[in-house]
Nanobody, 119 residues
Framework: EVQFAESGGAVVQTGGSLRLSCAAS????????IGWFRQAPGKEREGVAR????????VYAESVKGRFTISRDNAKNTVYLQMNSLKPEDTAVYYC????????????WGQGTQVTVSS
């Protein structure tokens, strides 16, 4: 079974930056889409950004456009989320997930990494 592992969460001040990593055990045999999601206490999980592994095309939530960048390293089977100009409202547990691009379904999830932005 494919596994995803997030890392890079931390406590950072408002306006600061962090880079999250999502390492996948394998990304073969399908056209993968890898996404970053977040869930703050008392709130529903929301999609932050996603990237199509084969093409590198990406989509962002309006709330993070211009501040966050999703990218991939094919050789390392790793997806990154560069987060700049962080705000307290970005505080959440961040998860990465993967699935088949054409099925549009998230089949595999990581355990999450905590990001806390202090004001």
């Amino acid at each position: 079974e494919v596994q995803f592992a997030e890392s890079g969460g931390a406590v950072v001040q408002t306006g600061g930056s962090l880079r999250l990593s999502c390492a996948a055990s394998e990304l073969t045999f399908k056209d993968w889409v890898i996404g970053w999601f977040r869930q703050a206490p008392g709130k529903e999980r929301e999609g932050v950004a996603r990237i199509r592994w084969s093409a590198g095309s990406s989509v962002y939530a309006e709330s993070v456009k211009g501040r966050f960048t999703i990218s991939r390293d094919n050789a390392k089977n790793t997806v990154y989320l560069q987060m700049n100009s962080l705000k307290p409202e970005d505080t959440a547990v961040y998860y990465c997930a993967g699935g088949d691009y054409f099925r549009a379904k998230w089949d595999y999830w990581g355990q999450g990494t905590q990001v806390t932005v202090s004001s």
